[in-house]
């Protein structure tokens, strides 16, 4: 039979024949594939809802049917996955990446996993590792290590370590005493009284020492600290410094250890002996003491930020007497600005002290990476920091204090950031109490402890001139932008040669070396007249210190305690007309912000509208909802929360509630969110239209800066919003601040704050954002050659001007090598690498502008950066090493300032990086 008279059933059957199973498909490939998958699935579902003891009993079932080929498999791949697990990683990196991971380690683990192998002896001992950790401490190899000797800087550590003495805790204890170790009555009294006593015995003796330099002073010179003075009256050494203050502070410290046998020691319960605390501490060392004569003290000192909007004019506000630091916000560290602090008291002290800078009612954004708040405040950098600055500013008793313009009176955060400061330095803080919104305006306001006669900000600042900065800061900064940018090169040069020229032309003017020697016995006169002031005035405070002394009891408590907690009464004793005031500031506020959105929409949104339904278009349909759809939306929200504000405001009393308001307005903050989003696109398309559309130019030069829009553009009143959640924050603050603890609105305060405060905290990270990348374009513009710099989270932290040196004698001491220079640098550090490039000036003819240009060398990321310091010598003045992997550049600055700061900087950028 043929099969064609098969039917079509038997053939499908004859394709599925099986062998052993009947559901095992045996001529069928793809069928049998796809069920082994299947119950291999199954099996590896049972197998894991299986117990320890089934799944072994199952692998010994499984194993025993096994061939030897098959446990010849298993074999294999257990040992190479054991193979691969026991690698040595120093043997299969790259050297450079081994070394990097051992970088981390400390000295004490260094020595331990030196032990492990002889691969990891040699990359232990490796240079690169113990020089940052020698340098640390100043320790120095005496000699330069030959090219095949390695080791070197290791053995120097040791040999470091094992000379130095050291004691245990429980040893420190019984000689030192201990933190906060309760003291006697009277020891208080008694350490005060020693104190003085030594004081005057160090002021006698300098007075004595001043008279002695009077006499040998030219008398062109306006004091004793100056280089020209060494060369006339003292001899040159090794113990003296490159400047005057040296001398003093050497001469002061040898005051000190020559009095102390002179004073009665007291004893610590450990029986051994110890000298009281003479001296504060400050960031030079040993030499400053607390005294001050009448002569000694600052008036008033001011600190600027250069983050404060139009610092500029700030500056020019700054009354003539008053010593003004202006530093930079984003480029130096605590470290750099005590001593700028220190540089400009030149050994006094202040009366008073004031820090003009950013922040909020909760912290203080004194530098870059430092914004001082209560959860930093008491971490050893942050609380040295404030000892120190502490030292320079007189003590409450002496009439010395702080000043803060930030509004840190305006929230329960900042009176405990003033409490702790006040109890860790000794000296009284300041703050306004105001909560008047908008631009600065709180300086303006009342005062912590301020009299009503004189507020802190008349000691500092012409009130006019203070003022009118304050009412149109933002107007200003935005100008003047672009005015630094261009012009500050040039302001810089010409400062410099002109305040030279100047000043020569006056010496040469008025002086010449004919009536320097005729004068000479006058100027005698004058200085031991002088010199006599000097005494009698240091005798006068030294009685006066003794009679306050006498009237002071040793079981007075500390002032700056007792004026926060009258203070703190005071605010108690008027919660409730401060909580109404801050509730009308809240009302009054959010009418002006509504009325500043209002103008968008009547002055620019509803004419463009009507134009587009007549016919008569200004701007397509499309930009216009771009421009205008997301800010009209936030003025129907903020209308309706500004109706409910009002609603609650009229019926007023203490026990009514606001933070319920605020949270409902926290939950519809997506319509902001949109406007944010959206931005940069908004911003983009009006100055697209401009361009292209010039129906809309015209309607925009109109409108624009016209007083229906408060002499403001479209672009400015777009500003509002992302401005408007600081004053919201700051509010909140003060209306909890004056609300009881047992109120019911003071838990929805707190959640309304912390609502706010997290999409402020949005909206700064897109300002930073955009900022970075603003600042990263306009490097990349100026720097020929430069690779991209675009990269995550990469910022600029300064620039700074040195000149490249070249060592002529490297084989010989520091002291005596000679060094040429060769080209003008300029390095840029950002947080993850440092841009090396060469600086060029080309002049245009017939003017005295220049124009500089710069040209890209290397780029080194920070890790790999090692920093050297090369001692200033008769060759050689502010110079030290950057050495990167593949090489080296020696470096200058002009100024010593400049070295300390750049170098304080770098090492704090390199630490972040390694974090």
Excluded at 498 to 506: K, N, P
Excluded at 841 to 849: D, G, L, N
Aim: charged content about 25%; some cysteine.
């Amino acid at each position: 039979m043929s099969l064609r008279n098969f039917p079509q059933e038997s053939l499908e059957v004859e394709s599925f024949r099986t062998r052993f199973s009947a559901w095992t498909p045996f001529t069928n490939q793809s069928l049998n594939r796809q069920l082994f998958q299947e119950r291999v699935t199954l099996i590896t579902h049972w197998f894991g809802l299986w117990t320890n003891k089934q799944r072994r009993e199952f692998l010994f079932t499984i194993l025993s049917q096994c061939s030897k080929s098959q446990l010849r498999f298993l074999q294999d791949w257990f040992s190479e996955r054991q193979q691969v697990a026991r690698v040595d990683f120093s043997t299969v990196l790259p050297r450079s990446i081994s070394l990097f991971i051992f970088s981390f380690l400390s000295p004490k683990d260094l020595c331990a996993a030196a032990q492990v192998s002889w691969p990891w002896k040699f990359l232990t001992e490796q240079d690169c590792l113990w020089m940052p950790k020698c340098t640390k401490f100043g320790w120095f190899l005496p000699y330069t290590p030959t090219q095949n000797e390695y080791g070197a800087w290791k053995h120097h550590y040791i040999a470091c370590v094992s000379s130095l003495d050291w004691l245990t805790p429980r040893e420190a204890a019984a000689v030192y005493g201990t933190l906060n170790e309760p003291k006697p009555e009277d020891e208080e009294f008694q350490e005060r009284q020693r104190e003085k006593c030594l004081r005057k015995i160090i002021w006698e003796n300098i007075a004595f020492r001043k008279k002695l330099l009077f006499k040998a002073r030219p008398p062109w010179l306006s004091g004793t600290c100056s280089r020209t003075l060494q060369s006339w009256s003292l001899p040159r050494g090794p113990q003296m410094g490159r400047d005057g203050a040296g001398f003093y502070e050497a001469l002061e410290r040898q005051l000190v250890l020559a009095s102390l046998d002179a004073l009665p020691k007291r004893s610590n319960p450990s029986g051994s002996h110890s000298y009281p605390v003479l001296l504060r501490k400050s960031h030079r060392g040993v030499g400053r003491t607390d005294d001050n004569s009448s002569g000694a003290l600052h008036t008033y000192v001011i600190l600027i930020s250069s983050r404060i909007p139009a610092y500029e004019m700030v500056v020019e506000s700054v009354k003539v007497g008053v010593v003004t630091v202006l530093y930079e916000h984003s480029g130096v560290t605590l470290e750099g600005l005590l001593h700028l602090v220190d540089r400009a008291l030149q050994g006094r002290k202040a009366q008073s002290l004031g820090i003009f800078c950013g922040g909020n009612s909760r912290e203080i954004d004194l530098l870059q990476g430092y914004k001082i708040c209560i959860k930093n405040l008491l971490s050893p950098e942050v609380r040295d920091f404030w000892e120190k600055l502490g030292s320079c500013v007189a003590t409450k008793e002496e009439g010395g204090r702080v000043d803060f313009f930030v509004p840190l009176g305006a929230s329960e955060a900042g009176m405990e950031i003033l409490s702790q400061l006040s109890q860790l330095t000794g000296t009284f803080f300041s703050a306004p109490t105001g909560i008047a919104t908008g631009s600065y305006q709180h300086i303006l306001s009342d005062w912590l402890g301020a009299q009503q006669d004189r507020p802190p900000p008349s000691n500092y600042f012409s009130e006019s001139k203070l003022q009118a900065w304050s009412s149109f800061t933002d107007s200003l900064e935005d100008t003047l932008k672009s005015v630094r940018k261009e012009l500050h090169p040039l302001f810089k040069n010409l400062q410099k040669s002109i305040s030279g020229q100047i000043i020569g032309q006056l010496m040469f003017d008025a002086l010449s070396m004919a009536s320097i020697l005729q004068n000479q016995d006058a100027a005698q006169t004058l200085a031991d007249g002088l010199t006599e002031l000097s005494k009698e005035g240091s005798e006068r405070s030294a009685v006066e210190d003794s009679s306050q002394d006498t009237k002071s009891s040793p079981s007075q408590s500390d002032l700056n305690m007792e004026v926060l907690v009258k203070l703190e009464k005071k605010l108690k004793m008027n919660s409730v007309e401060k909580r109404t005031q801050v509730v009308r500031e809240l009302v009054q506020s959010e009418r002006r912000y509504v009325q500043m959105l209002g103008i968008v929409r009547d002055v620019y949104a509803r004419p463009l509208r009507a134009a587009l339904s007549s016919n008569r278009a200004i701007l397509s349909a499309a930009n216009t909802h771009i421009i205008f759809s997301d800010i009209l939306r936030i003025l129907d929200l903020n209308r309706e929360f500004l109706d409910n504000l009002r609603d609650r405001l009229q019926e007023w009393s203490p026990a009514h509630c606001v933070g319920e308001i605020f949270i409902k307005f926290g939950r519809q903050l997506n319509t902001y969110t949109n406007f944010f989003n959206n931005y940069p696109v908004v911003l983009k398309t009006i100055e697209k239209c401009r361009e292209m559309t010039p129906a809309f130019r015209a309607f925009l030069k109109r409108h624009d800066k016209t007083i229906v829009t408060r002499m403001l553009s479209l672009p400015e009143l777009l500003l509002y919003p992302s401005r408007r959640f600081g004053e919201y924050i700051h509010l909140l603050y003060a209306l909890r601040l004056h609300t009881p603890a047992g109120h019911t609105d003071r838990g929805d305060l707190t959640t309304a704050i912390d609502q706010i405060k997290k999409y402020e905290d949005y909206i700064e990270q897109i300002k930073e954002n955009i900022n970075m990348k603003e600042q990263l374009s306009d490097v990349q513009t100026i720097i020929s050659g430069c690779p991209t710099l675009s990269g995550v989270n990469r910022y600029l932290i300064r620039i700074q001007d040195v000149v490249q040196l070249h060592c002529c004698g490297e084989t010989m001491d520091f002291s005596l090598r000679l060094y040429e220079e060769t080209r003008d640098l300029s390095l840029f550090l950002f947080n993850d690498a440092l841009l090396v490039t060469s600086r060029g000036t080309s002049h245009t003819p017939f003017e005295r502008t220049s124009k500089t240009t710069y040209q890209f060398i290397a780029s080194v990321a920070l890790p790999r950066i090692l920093v050297e310091d090369i001692p200033d010598s008769k060759y050689v003045k502010n110079a030290f090493i950057l050495q990167g992997p593949k090489r080296e550049w020696i470096c200058a600055t002009e100024v010593a300032d400049d070295k300390f700061l750049w170098l304080s900087i770098l090492q704090t950028a390199i630490r972040s990086s390694m974090k």
